[in-house]
């Protein structure tokens, strides 16, 4: 027990005992290091919490760039599908591209290979039918005066040869002989049109002279068919005095005028030419 010293001055009052003063120091000095133990505690606690804070705000940061590297990786595997997908297409493309060359190639390559062959059998047509032209003008000619002109013969049966009588379409014996020989000559002519084509000289009226054509022309027209010619490669046209063959009003010139030309085109030389 803790006592109190006494003193002789009944006056003074008792002062405590070194043994209360070492209790009171002690605990003052638990309490302190209390303080400084809660103090620290309180440090390292804030000190926590800032740690605890940087790793949130470090775990926020690196969750967000985990989140934009898995949006980029998701982005850029959709570009790579895109990619290999347009790939595809190009491939598939290329491809469909290489063949349609190809095929137009092969087409081109069989379109100028039958050009070809068409334009050799074109010249070798041409040519067998040059050379039948050539042979029927020079046996027409033997028989009367034949002409090439750029559409075929034209062959003149003037008055030396049809000798109609002024105003006349009628065929003499000696006329139906010449036109017989004629028609033996175009027998042997094949792929061939023929125009008959009547004339007359400058006396009467144009009207009347046109119908005295057309008569004569159909007159030779008719006995061609008559001698064995098809009717369907025989044409009639009448001129009347349009087209003189020669100038002139003597006996002589309109006897040449009252004529009968016969035109042959060859129809092979004429389809080549267009």
């Not at 309180?42 to 705000?57: G, I, P, Y």
């Not at 559409?151 to 009628?170: I, P, Q, R, S, Y």
Request: proline share 3%; charged share 25%; net charge neutral.
């Amino acid at each position: 027990m803790t006592s109190l010293s006494l003193s002789d001055d009944p006056h003074e009052p008792p002062r405590p005992s070194r043994g209360l003063v070492g209790l009171v120091i002690l605990l003052l000095a638990v309490v302190a290091a209390l303080g400084y133990l809660a103090y620290r505690s309180e440090q390292r606690l804030q000190a926590v919490e800032r740690t605890m804070a940087a790793v949130s705000t470090r775990t926020e940061a690196s969750a967000t760039l985990a989140r934009q590297a898995m949006d980029r990786a998701v982005s850029s595997e959709a570009a790579a599908r895109t990619a290999a997908e347009g790939r595809q297409v190009a491939e598939a493309q290329t491809a469909e591209a290489v063949q349609q060359k190809d095929a137009a190639v092969q087409e081109a390559t069989t379109a100028r290979e039958t050009a070809t062959r068409a334009q050799a059998e074109a010249d070798a047509i041409r040519k067998k039918a040059e050379a039948e032209v050539n042979r029927l003008q020079q046996a027409l000619g033997q028989i009367a005066e034949t002409r090439r002109t750029a559409l075929g013969l034209v062959m003149n049966l003037g008055g030396d040869h049809l000798k109609f009588e002024f105003d006349k379409a009628d065929l003499r014996p000696e006329d139906k002989e010449l036109l017989a020989r004629i028609a033996g000559i175009l027998l042997t002519a094949h792929d061939y049109t023929i125009s008959v084509n009547g004339h007359t000289d400058d006396v009467g009226s144009d009207a009347y002279n046109q119908k005295l054509s057309e008569r004569r022309a159909q007159s030779v027209r008719n006995y061609l068919v008559q001698a064995g010619l098809s009717p369907e490669i025989l044409s009639v046209e009448g001129h009347g005095k349009s087209l003189p063959l020669v100038k002139g009003t003597s006996d002589a010139a309109r006897a040449k005028n009252r004529r009968v030309e016969l035109g042959l085109v060859n129809t092979q030389i004429r389809y080549l030419s267009r």
